[in-house]
C-alpha cells in the first residue's frame, strides 16, 4: 500500500511533515522518503529502507537537512521515492502511491522508442514512479500530463508533484480506490492519506478529492485543476483492515465500521443459531479487535485478550524478508495469558484471512497453553482473487491466496467454476470448503462475514465500493 503527506504554508513545515508522514507507518514498511523545496527553489531530498527500522529512526533529525515552506513525503511499500524530475516544466519532486498493473506494458511502449530510458534498480526492476513521471511529459501541461497517466495506468495512482514556487499538485486515482484529504491550518493546507495526520498538527479537514480530481494547493487557497468525477470503487480493505481505527474515509470512521461488522456477523450467525458456546471473544491480530468487540457485544459473549502482542521489542515495521523469520518474529511477540487460555473454549475475529502463512502457528500456540477449543471467524468473506489494483499484500497470483489453494485441493482445477458456491456458507461447496480449512488448521469451527454484512457496515454506497477481491467484479 503507501502513504503521503504534504503541507505547503508560511512559514518552514519540514518538522510537520515528519510528523504527518510517521503517522503512515501502518500503511508500508519498504521505503521513505521526503523532499523540500526552498524559496529560491531548490530542492533537498532523503529516502531511507526502513524495513527493520522505523521511519522515525531514520528521520529524526530531518530538519537538520532540509528546510522550506513546502515539502512532500511517503511511505512506500514498494519504490524509493519522492524522486526530483528535471523536465521541461521545470523541476519537481514526485510521489505515486498505488500499484501500476501495466508496468510491464507501458515500459515495453516506452523502450520501442528513443524515449525508452529508464534507471534499472535492484532485479531488475522499474521505479513506477519514475514510469508515471515519463507519462506526464508525454503532454503540454502538467494537468493534461496527469489525467494521461491515469488514462493509461491500470490499476490506480494518488500523485503529488512538489513544484519550483511551492505548490503542491495532487491528483487522486482516476476511481478514488484510495483517500486523498486536504487539511486547512493558519499558515497554509495540508494534503494526506490520513486525515488525522493532520488534525493531530493543527489543521482542520477541509475537502476530500474526487475520483480523478487535480488541484494544486499554495499557502493561500486550492485551486482546482480537474474537477473530477462522482464514478468511485473505494477498498473495502481501508475499513477492514488497513486504515488506522481513527481514521475516516468517504465520513466512515474505520473503528466504528469494525465494531458495527463484527456486531452484524454475530446477529446473522444467531439467525443461523452457529454461535459456538465459547468462554472468550478476542481479535487477532490488533486490526480484529474492533470486530471481536462488536462480535461479543451482539452475541453477548465476553470479551477478552488470551495473549498479547508484545510491540516494544518486535515492533510492525520490524518484518523479516525471509518467511521463516518471519514466522519466528510472530511467534515471539506472542505473550500468553494462561489465566484466559487454559481450559478455555476460545473465539478469534481475524479482519481477514488471506494466505493463512502464521494460522497454524497461532492455533499450535493456543493449545500449547492449554486451549480446550479454538473457533476462527473472519471478519469479511474468503479472498478468492489476488488484488490487481493496489499493492495490499505481498500476492503475486490467486493461487496464493489460502481461498484458492483449498478450492485446488478440493476439487482442482474444476472448482475453479464455483467459486461463488465456495464462499458461500449454505451451500454444499461452502460447506467442505470450511471443513476443509478446519482441518487444515484444527479449528473447531470457521464462518466468514458475508459480502452483504461487510458492506453494510461500511455504510456507504455499496456501488462505490471495490469488492474485487472477494467475487472478481471490476
Known amino acids: 500500500m503507501g502513504g503521503f503527506f504534504g503541507i505547503t504554508g508560511k512559514k518552514d513545515c519540514v518538522r510537520n511533515v515528519f510528523y504527518g508522514v510517521d503517522y503512515h507507518s501502518h500503511l508500508g514498511k519498504a521505503r521513505a522518503g521526503m523532499a523540500a523545496v526552498d524559496e529560491q527553489g531548490l530542492f533537498e531530498r532523503e529516502i531511507h529502507n526502513i524495513e527493520n527500522s522505523p521511519f522515525r529512526t531514520k528521520f529524526d533529525n530531518i530538519t537538520a537537512r532540509l528546510q522550506g515552506k513546502a515539502c512532500i513525503g511517503c511511505i512506500s511499500d514498494v519504490d524509493p521515492q519522492p524522486l526530483l524530475i528535471s523536465s521541461k516544466f521545470g523541476t519537481y519532486a514526485i510521489i505515486s502511491i498505488g500499484h ?16 525508452g530510458i529508464f534507471q534499472a534498480m535492484s532485479g531488475n526492476r522499474v521505479n513506477s514512479t519514475e514510469v508515471i513521471a515519463s507519462l506526464i511529459e508525454e503532454k503540454e ?3 493534461e500530463g496527469i489525467k494521461f497517466a491515469q488514462e493509461i495506468i491500470e490499476g490506480s495512482a494518488c500523485i503529488l508533484l512538489l513544484l519550483e514556487n511551492g505548490h503542491i499538485i495532487a491528483a487522486r486515482d482516476k476511481l478514488g480506490r484510495l483517500p486523498a484529504r486536504i487539511g486547512r491550518g493558519e499558515n497554509g493546507y495540508a494534503i494526506s492519506f490520513e486525515s488525522f495526520a493532520y488534525e493531530k498538527i493543527g489543521f482542520e479537514h477541509f475537502k476530500e478529492l474526487k475520483s480523478g480530481e ?5 499557502a493561500e487557497e486550492v485551486k482546482v485543476l480537474s474537477c473530477g ?5 473505494i477498498c473495502s480493505f481501508l475499513w477492514t483492515y488497513y486504515g488506522y481505527p481513527n481514521a475516516n474515509y468517504e465520513g466512515r470512521n474505520v473503528e466504528l465500521m469494525r465494531m458495527d461488522n463484527g456486531a ?3 446477529e446473522q450467525e444467531k439467525e443461523q443459531g452457529t454461535i459456538p458456546n465459547v468462554d472468550y471473544v478476542s481479535g487477532v491480530p490488533d486490526s480484529g479487535t474492533p470486530h471481536a468487540i462488536g462480535y461479543a457485544k451482539g452475541s453477548g459473549l465476553t470479551f ?3 495473549f498479547i502482542k508484545y510491540t516494544p521489542a518486535w515492533a510492525r515495521s520490524f518484518i523479516p524478508s525471509n518467511q521463516e523469520e518471519r514466522k519466528e518474529v510472530a511467534k515471539m511477540k506472542q505473550i500468553p495469558i494462561i489465566e484466559l487460555i ?5 473465539m478469534f475475529i481475524d479482519d481477514s484471512i488471506v494466505r493463512g502463512t502464521q494460522l497454524n502457528e497461532t492455533v499450535e500456540f493456543l493449545y500449547k497453553n492449554g486451549a480446550k477449543s479454538v473457533h476462527m471467524r473472519s471478519a469479511c468473506p474468503p479472498i478468492m482473487y489476488a488484488c490487481k489494483y493496489l499493492n495490499f499484500s505481498r500476492n503475486n497470483s490467486d493461487k496464493e491466496l489460502l481461498a484458492r489453494r483449498i478450492i485446488l485441493d478440493l476439487e482442482g482445477e474444476e472448482g475453479l467454476k464455483y467459486i461463488d458456491e465456495y464462499s458461500d456458507a449454505k451451500t454444499e461447496r461452502g460447506k467442505k470448503f470450511r471443513k476443509a480449512i478446519c482441518e487444515k488448521f484444527k479449528f473447531d469451527s470457521l464462518e ?4 452483504e454484512g461487510m458492506l453494510k457496515a461500511i455504510a456507504i454506497d455499496p456501488d462505490k465500493v471495490c469488492t474485487y477481491c472477494w467475487n472478481g467484479k471490476e
Open 100 to 115: 501500476v498493473a501495466n508496468l510491464k506494458k507501458i515500459i515495453g511502449e516506452y523502450l520501442k522508442t528513443d524515449k
Open 141 to 143: 501541461t502538467l494537468v
Open 214 to 218: 487535480i488541484v494544486e494547493i499554495s
Open 229 to 233: 468525477s462522482d464514478c468511485m470503487k
Open 264 to 266: 452484524i456477523m454475530a
Open 304 to 306: 477478552a485478550r488470551p
Open 342 to 346: 487454559k481450559g478455555k473454549d476460545l
Open 448 to 451: 466468514y462475514q458475508t459480502l
